[in-house]
């Protein structure tokens, strides 16, 4: 566990790209107390359970949803000692090969930063407010949105974190 820490916390909920070297840049500017910065992009592939898609479209529970994520954040921060955390996640119609997700984690060594990267991204899988559709490629006509659904996968490794 950490002790208290200055913590520096960004998060955005956003349509726009992000640029996450200038995001990182932004997090260590300045910062000689920081030894180790992970960052973890999540990024739209053009299928989804092998059939090929147009886009995702996010959508997300304004106020909620930023609610929820800096509790993650703060949980984080109780866990590990960081001296840095930006998650920036985007919603609305996101293409294949664009970027979704940016969270980056610092800290003064490595393992506190992995863990809470890796912390942050399961939390963010299972328990923020965002739900997804899939844009079926096709014509237009044919174009068909589907919910995705949540994934077991997702929610047993979330469950680690109650434990350890």
Known sequence: MSEATEMTAILRLQREPFDAAGEVAA?????????????FTGICRADENGEPITALDLEHY????????????????????????????????????EDIVLVVTASSHREAAFAA?????????????????????????????TWIEAKSSDDSAVERWKSA
């Open 27 to 39: 997090l260590t500017r300045g910062r000689a107390d920081i030894g180790a910065v992970v960052t």
């Open 62 to 97: 304004p106020g909620m949803a930023e609610a929820e994520i800096g509790r993650h954040v703060e949980a984080a921060r109780a866990r590990w000692p960081l001296l840095g955390v930006t998650v920036i996640h985007r919603y609305g119609r996101i293409a294949p090969g």
């Open 117 to 145: 990267a890796e912390f942050l991204m399961d939390y963010l899988k299972t328990r923020a407010p965002f739900w997804k559709q899939v844009e079926k490629a096709g014509d237009e006509e044919a174009r068909a949105k």
